[in-house]
């Protein structure tokens, strides 16, 4: 018998915080109106589900009773607006430069879904395609991307310039405003997001001049967590990631992941035994690294605690123990001894 395998694809706070940001500035609602824990939005780096952000732009249509309420955003949804220190995706010389390094940056901001672009004739399309969003929330996120290509172009073509032609995926919401806001047709239901331009507009002369593509620098654990993007059918880092996810929430139970991935508790039982892995041993091993990861952080064992889903200080130190042989403060102990001085 083949192994069961999962099928889930992820993305960053960072790159989903515009969606929140926006929210707060138009209609008054923040990230707690979904029940979204404050420790979970405050780590840009930290992996969403995405069929958890799905339904979270289903609901926000709801709480804002506004189905037009993705448009209204605009101004959020860009990607000069994204937390991630070290890197500027707008920051080139020119447009062509931002759609390739666009293209090619959001895989470590979002797996499964994939940015690329086509040629017809003198046509560009720029085109996203994501098989991870559905129904209504597929809409939303479509056209969350839109609007972001959208004002990538607006940043080097001008706020006035105006596409050959938009598609979106999903069914229709809010046409009259999305017609507006692109000043181009706008077509429904179609395969995969795209926005089409001349080719000749790849040419034009900026509208500003762009900052000097200065060097990327960060640290070496941001790097890390950049690479740290598991691919849909990796199953390992898969559940290590719905796991690191789930803490955010409180300790998780096998119900809570089994949830999330949309299966039986027994199904996912099994899938764990095919992996080698009893569900215990798996929260315990990423509830110690996501800790050391933490301490390299600078994060004190206080601090770590209740970020980990720990009632108390004692007990994660006594889960932390039975794993690595030593209490937590022990190792950070060991970890600031061998800092550079």
Not at 212 to 227: A, D, I, W
Not at 235 to 260: C, H, Q, S, W
Request: hydrophobic fraction near 40%; charged fraction near 20%; include cysteine.
């Amino acid at each position: 018998m083949l192994p069961m395998k999962f099928n889930t694809s992820f993305i960053r706070v960072c790159y989903v915080k515009p969606v929140f940001d926006g929210v707060e500035q138009v209609y008054g609602l923040n990230h707690r109106a979904l029940s979204i824990p404050d420790a979970l939005m405050n780590e840009p780096m930290a992996l969403i589900p995405f069929t958890q952000f799905g339904e979270w732009l289903s609901e926000l249509a709801l709480l804002t009773q506004d189905p037009a309420y993705i448009v209204k955003l605009e101004q959020q949804l860009n990607f000069d607006r994204l937390d991630i220190s070290g890197i500027d995706l707008l920051s080139t010389p020119d447009l062509a430069m931002s759609i390739r390094r666009i293209n090619y940056g959001i895989v470590s901001l979002q797996s499964g879904g994939s940015y690329y672009v086509s040629m017809s004739g003198k046509i560009m399309k720029w085109c996203y395609k994501n098989p991870y969003a559905f129904k209504q929330e597929k809409s939303y996120d479509s056209l969350r991307v839109a609007i972001m290509l959208l004002n990538a172009l607006r940043h080097f073509l001008g706020g006035k310039y105006r596409p050959i032609q938009v598609r979106i995926s999903g069914s229709a919401v809010a046409q009259r405003e999305t017609e507006h806001l692109f000043k181009c047709p706008v077509i429904w239901n179609a395969a995969q997001t795209e926005i089409w331009l001349e080719l000749d507009d790849m040419l034009q002369p900026l509208i500003e001049p762009q900052l000097e593509n200065s060097p990327v620098t960060m640290t070496r654990s941001l790097f890390e967590k950049y690479l740290n993007m598991p691919q849909p059918h990796d199953t390992p880092k898969v559940l290590f990631e719905m796991v690191n996810y789930a803490r955010f929430y409180g300790l998780p139970k096998i119900e809570d992941i089994a949830k999330l991935f949309n299966i039986s508790k027994q199904q996912l039982q099994r899938r764990l035994q095919q992996q080698g892995f009893t569900f215990s041993a798996l929260c315990s091993y990423i509830y110690s690294n996501q800790a050391i990861k933490y301490m390299l952080d600078g994060k004190s064992v206080a601090e770590i605690s209740p970020l980990l889903g720990y009632a108390n200080q004692q007990s994660f130190s006594r889960a932390f123990k039975r794993l690595r042989k030593c209490t937590p403060q022990q190792y950070l102990d060991r970890l600031n001894q061998n800092k550079p001085d």
